[in-house]
């Protein structure tokens, strides 16, 4: 992944996305945090694999809510994205944002309604 985030638009809907989701082990409550911070979406999970899960049913419900609304374009350029048009498709991105020193980052591709996370 070239470090930017990436929301893919068709027929004004969001149909994919690749995204840097970071993660953290908090040990107070042991439990793992998933984090996207240019959407402002935090999930936590008993372990990675469950925080990966939570991350996705928040993010797939964030993506029904935006698709509903009736122009994601317009929401996520409110957001500060960039929206690059190719053809019948947009793709909108986002320069990675720093993130704080603990948290690490794992990238993963979207298809809408299901992720698949990179290795």
């Known amino acids: 992944m070239n470090g930017y985030n990436k929301i893919i638009i068709k027929d004004n809907n969001i149909i994919g996305a690749d995204l840097h989701v970071s993660f953290y082990y908090d040990e107070k409550n042991k439990e793992v945090i998933a984090r996207f911070a240019p959407l402002m979406i935090t999930t936590a999970g008993k372990d990675l694999s469950h925080a990966k899960e939570m991350f996705q049913e928040a993010f797939s ?3 029904e809510t935006v698709n509903e609304d009736g122009d994601p374009k317009d929401t ?3 957001l500060g994205w960039k929206v690059e048009k190719s053809e019948a498709i947009s793709k909108i991105k986002q320069s ?3 993130e704080l020193p ?3 980052d794992n990238s993963f591709k ?4 299901a992720i698949v996370w990179a290795s």
């Open 61 to 63: 419900l964030w993506v």
């Open 76 to 78: 996520l350029e409110k």
């Open 96 to 98: 990675k944002s720093s």
């Open 102 to 104: 603990f948290l690490t």
């Open 110 to 113: 979207l298809n809408i309604p």
